[in-house]
């Protein structure tokens, strides 16, 4: 099994999720599943998170599961537990950063300037998630805060206003492992029942950061 960064690596792309009830936990995961996309982060955006985190790591261990929205020692603790093979947040806190190294899990800090980044990666960080990413200025402000640490080599995962007619654009850089997703499954859509479109934009989601990895290479 590939470890969990390289995983979704290979995919390009993370959906990432805010799920309110822990019955629709399954019957996401089968979603995801159907339409080819092995990774979800759960944000913990939902009293929800933690339970639909065990849930899907006992009914179905063959979907990689991550936490989202980790924003205090208290949730990278339940997460773990929970069996999130990795974590994100929106911004740097060091103090979550050694934590979640203590505890053996990759976990990918938010930034959004080169002054955030300066930080992250004195900590060592070298993977980092650029958020909110479309209203940061997209593709070329990535490029151009990252130009001074390309020596470093650190990855970004951009998330926040992505869209699937942009994957392309962020992947076409090579400091992007993948993006991260909220239009794969709506809270609403989740809400709804209305899985079988979610497996088709997972499906969708694929094929597109495919076609955008095999164009880079």
Not at 187 to 196: N, Q, S, V
Request: hydrophobic letters at 50%; glycine letters at 10%.
């Amino acid at each position: 099994m590939l470890n969990p960064i390289d995983l979704i690596a290979s995919l390009g792309v993370v959906p990432v999720i805010a799920i309110e009830r822990v019955e629709d936990a399954v019957p996401l995961a089968d979603a995801l599943l159907e339409g080819g996309l092995p990774v979800a982060e759960i944000t913990f955006r939902t009293e929800a998170a933690a339970d639909v985190l065990a849930t899907i790591r006992d009914a179905r261990p063959e979907l990689c599961i991550g936490a989202g929205t980790i924003l205090d020692r208290d949730n990278l603790a339940r997460a773990v537990a929970s069996g999130a093979r990795f974590g994100l947040a929106p911004g740097y806190d060091p103090e979550i950063v050694d934590a979640a190294k203590a505890a053996g899990m990759p976990f990918c800090p938010g930034i959004m300037t080169p002054s955030d980044l300066s930080l992250a990666a004195a900590r060592g960080v070298r993977l980092a998630k650029f958020f909110p990413a479309g209203i940061a200025g997209g593709p070329k402000a990535l490029a151009g805060i990252s130009a001074p640490f390309a020596h470093l080599n650190i990855r970004f995962i951009p998330t926040g206003g992505v869209t699937e007619t942009t994957i392309g654009e962020w992947l076409a850089l090579k400091a992007v492992v993948a993006v991260g997703g909220t239009w794969i499954a709506k809270t609403e859509d989740i809400r709804e029942g209305r899985f079988a479109e979610i497996a088709k934009s997972a499906a969708s989601a694929v094929r597109i950061a495919k076609q955008a990895l095999e164009k880079r290479a």
